[in-house]
Structure formats: structure tokens, C-alpha cells
């Protein structure tokens, strides 16, 4: 018997029409679903590396916010480079800096060469010491008691000193601004702390005290502007760039005997200053012996505590720059001290005969 064929039956047209209708609809699902995303993108930025590369093909883990979307794609912004402080031209738009700035200018010159020059500096600061030694045997520094219109007009005697003696104490201090390795060392600190402390005395404290000082004639004030220029260039570049120690030398025994001297000696001189400038009482005038303190054992005390703390100050450093300053030192101030002594001789009958010109018990 044959098998009965079973008929198949024929989807009914609703059936084919809902078939249809849901593939229609599939496109327009995506594009809706595509327009949501892209809405929500837009809406609430996403964290970072939290893009999905499913729906974000061109997104990258990072820290870029997202841009305008465009047909449901992100296109994620450059990223900026982040601001790091640059010191050097910061310091540059302060005029220390830079490729134009003074302290390239100083670094360009270091070098082998510079180092000579100091060198040639300094012998040529022993040298001329030693002439003006020699030259003031003939002729009196114009300078206090011995002031001349001869040598140039006169300057009023406050604003005069400062402005001679400020080089010694700007020019270190620039020189310092701009130092490397070398000025940062401690001992380095220390010894030009010695000397920026001197001079900031003299040229920021002294003319103030000064009472009714004596003019002083513009060819000496030029003289002593450039020797300030001339030697806060010399100490102050070789303490900053050159002079370089061994560890420990802090505490070395030159350093700590020159210390000492150069502590004692300034103290010598200020003190030796005090007694000057206390010798006539308001209203007086004329000249007096000075008694007290060194001055019972030499006639050019001040001179003799200057000598004391350059002297403690070049055994501190161990430098030929240094030692240089000290011998130029005595010799202008031993020259200017024999010249108060004879002066002291002829001008005071009853002046000490057994006081000494600038060194106690020996000259």
C-alpha cells in the first residue's frame, strides 16, 4: 500500500508578512541602537581606556577626552604635551640665563684659560701693591686728613665710600648666582661668605656711621671703585669656578686657624673704627690721640685688624688669589700706616714713643 503523501501546508499571510517585517526592521534596530551610543558618548564622556572597541574602532586607552562624534564614531583629540617647568628659561627672563644671558656669558669663559688669567691677575695685584708702597714713600694718599682739590673734586664722604666699596660685595654675589658645582660646595660657601660679609660692612654699614668725614677727591674714589671691580672679580670668581677642596676641609687646621684670624682681625677693625670715630665729642673739632684697645700698641690699629683678617682669610683659602689680596694689603695699608705715625710724630709732642706703626712689637 502506498504511503499517503502528507500535504504541506502554506504559510498563512500573516505569518509572511510578520517574517518580513522583522527583517526589515533589523536595519533600523542598529541604526537605533548606533544612535544611543552615540548619544550616551556624547553625553557622558567616557574614563579613560573604558572605550569599547567593539562600537569604538578607532579609540585608544588614554587620558584624551572625546571629541564631536560624527555617524557614531569617536575621534579622540591629540594629546598635549605636559608643562614641565623649565629652569633655565625661567631664569633666563630674569637676565642670569640663557643662551644671551651673563651667566652663559661667565660659563663660556671658563675654562684653562680664565684659569691663567687669574693667575696673571694675581701677580699683577702683588705688583701693584708693592708700587703703590713705593709710590706713597713720595707722595700722601689723598685720602681723610690728607684730602686735595688737587687730585679732582670733592665727593661728600658717605656716598663716596659706598659706591667704592659696593663692586666688592655685587660683583661676588652675581658671580655666586651664577656658579655651579664649585660655588655650592660648602667650604666655597663659607670662605666667600667671609668675604661678602666684610664688605657688606663697609659698604652698607661704615658710611653710616661715619661723622662729618672729610671729603674724598674723585681721582682716589676712581681708584678705589676699580680695585673693588677688579678684586671681587678676582676672589669671587676663584671661589665660585676654581677653588676646589678636599672633603673635610672644613675642618682642616688652616682652615680653622685662618677663620680665626680673620674673625679676630675684623674685630680689630671695627672696634678700631669705633675709637676713631669717638675721639671728639659733638661740637669739637681738630685731631686727637686715639687710645684704647690697639691703638695702646700701634699708631695704625684699624690698618693692622684689616691686615690680621685678610691675612686669616688667605690661609682659609689656600688660594693664590687670596694670598694675593693679603700681600696687596699690607702693603697699601702698612704704607698708609707708617704716613698716620709720622704725622701722629710731628703733629703731638706727648705721642707714645714706644708704639709701634702697624705690626704690635715689631714695626
Known amino acids: 500500500m502506498a504511503a499517503r503523501r502528507r500535504p504541506s501546508r502554506a504559510p498563512s499571510p500573516a505569518v509572511r508578512d510578520s517574517g518580513r517585517s522583522r527583517r526589515a526592521s533589523a536595519p533600523g534596530r542598529r541604526h537605533r541602537a548606533a544612535a544611543a551610543c552615540s548619544r550616551?558618548?556624547?553625553?557622558?564622556?567616557?574614563?579613560?581606556?573604558?572605550?569599547?572597541?567593539?562600537?569604538?574602532p578607532s579609540a585608544r586607552p588614554g587620558p584624551?577626552?572625546?571629541?564631536?562624534?560624527?555617524?557614531?564614531r569617536w575621534r579622540a583629540r591629540p594629546r598635549r604635551p605636559l608643562a614641565v617647568p623649565d629652569e633655565p628659561r625661567r631664569r633666563s627672563a630674569m637676565g642670569f640665563a640663557g643662551d644671551g644671558g651673563v651667566c652663559a656669558l661667565w660659563r663660556r669663559a671658563e675654562g684653562p684659560e680664565e684659569r691663567r688669567l687669574l693667575e696673571l691677575f694675581s701677580y699683577g695685584l702683588i705688583a701693584m701693591g708693592a708700587g703703590s708702597a713705593l709710590l706713597l714713600c713720595f707722595i700722601p694718599m689723598p685720602y681723610g686728613r690728607y684730602s686735595s682739590r688737587r687730585f679732582g673734586?670733592?665727593?661728600?664722604?658717605r656716598p663716596a665710600w659706598a659706591l667704592q666699596e659696593l663692586p666688592s660685595l655685587l660683583?661676588?654675589?652675581?658671580?655666586a648666582a651664577c656658579g655651579g658645582a664649585v660655588a655650592a660646595a660648602?667650604?666655597?660657601r663659607v670662605l666667600l661668605g667671609c668675604f661678602l660679609l666684610h664688605y657688606a660692612h663697609r659698604a652698607l654699614i661704615f658710611p653710616l656711621l661715619i661723622r662729618e668725614g672729610k671729603p674724598t677727591p674723585f681721582f682716589t674714589f676712581v681708584l678705589a671703585l676699580l680695585f673693588c671691580v677688579f678684586n671681587g672679580y678676582l676672589q669671587g670668581r676663584?671661589?665660585?669656578t676654581y677653588a676646589t677642596y678636599p672633603p673635610g676641609w672644613l675642618g682642616d687646621p688652616r682652615l680653622i686657624t685662618g677663620f680665626l684670624g680673620w674673625l679676630i682681625g675684623m674685630a680689630i677693625n671695627i672696634h678700631s673704627d669705633h675709637i676713631l670715630r669717638n675721639l671728639r665729642k659733638p661740637g669739637e673739632t681738630g685731631y686727637k690721640i686715639p687710645r684704647g684697645g690697639m691703638f695702646e700698641y700701634v699708631s695704625g690699629a684699624n690698618f693692622f685688624g684689616e691686615i690680621l683678617e685678610w691675612f686669616g682669610f688667605a690661609l682659609a683659602c689656600c688660594t693664590i688669589e687670596s694670598l694675593a689680596f693679603a700681600l696687596c694689603t699690607l702693603f697699601i695699608l702698612g704704607s698708609r700706616a707708617r704716613?698716620?705715625?709720622?704725622?701722629?710724630?710731628?703733629?703731638?709732642?706727648?705721642?707714645?714713643?714706644?708704639?709701634?706703626?702697624?705690626?704690635?712689637?715689631?714695626y
Do not use: C, M
Not at 556624547?42 to 562600537?55: E, F, I, K, L, Q
Not at 584624551?64 to 557614531?72: D, E, L, N, W
Not at 660683583?171 to 658671580?175: A, C, D, N, S, T
Open 186 to 188: 660648602r667650604p666655597n
Open 153 to 157: 673734586w670733592l665727593l661728600p664722604a
Open 339 to 362: 704716613q698716620h705715625h709720622k704725622w701722629y710724630l710731628e703733629k703731638f709732642e706727648d705721642y707714645p714713643k714706644d708704639r709701634k706703626i702697624v705690626i704690635p712689637f715689631l
Open 238 to 240: 676663584s671661589l665660585t
Open 64 to 72: 584624551a577626552r572625546p571629541g564631536p562624534q560624527r555617524a557614531g
Open 40 to 56: 550616551r558618548a556624547r553625553a557622558v564622556p567616557p574614563s579613560p581606556g573604558a572605550a569599547s572597541r567593539r562600537n569604538f
Open 171 to 175: 660683583v661676588p654675589l652675581g658671580l
